[in-house]
């Protein structure tokens, strides 16, 4: 869709409490052009509310849960991957970005509760969005707008079943 892979490993999800967390960041990386969401737990109700809207609103997008994550980062790197981890404590997004612009196969981790500290060995870069407390959710976005610097908001979902036509006032939609 966007001429890279992008997807998103999501670890430290809990059911009982991170639902609408993790169906919101896939659901952020899926506008801003991620092409699936690992999630390393299990979760149905998560995977079927993220097929609901990709199946709707069109595009392809995955989501895969019972995923082991030190697994799904090791095939990564040996399909060629780079991994990047969004942490408050990495490296700046404005002072690595464009190291990172150029790879074509990107995986980007976001956790949930604490981070087990071997991720950030494991992973090519530590990115910070900036060094304060936030969301796996803002972070996710803020980073995929810089690495897509602004593109992604006139990126394709093909096969849409509906679709908005933007209006200053007033919703609009279109079935197709
Ligand atoms: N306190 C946890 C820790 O130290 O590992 C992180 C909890 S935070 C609510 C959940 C996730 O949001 C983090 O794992 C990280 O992926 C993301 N996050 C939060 N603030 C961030 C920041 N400033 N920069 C990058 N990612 C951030």
Redesign the pocket.
Known sequence: MTGKEVAILRIGHRPERDQRVTTHVALTGRALGASGMYLAASDKGVVESVDDVADRWGGKFFCEDNVKWRVCIRDWKAAGGKVVH???Y?INLPDIISEIRPCEKLLVV??????PGEMYGLADYN??????????IS?LALFLDHLYEGTEFSHPFPDAKIRIVPSKAGKQTEEL
Do not use: F, N, Y
């Not at 976001?110 to 981070?115: F, H, I, N, S």
């Not at 990115?127 to 796996?136: D, L």
């Open positions: 969004l942490t408050m990495g976001v956790g949930a509760e604490k981070v990115v910070a969005v900036t060094g304060q407390p936030h969301s796996e972070s």
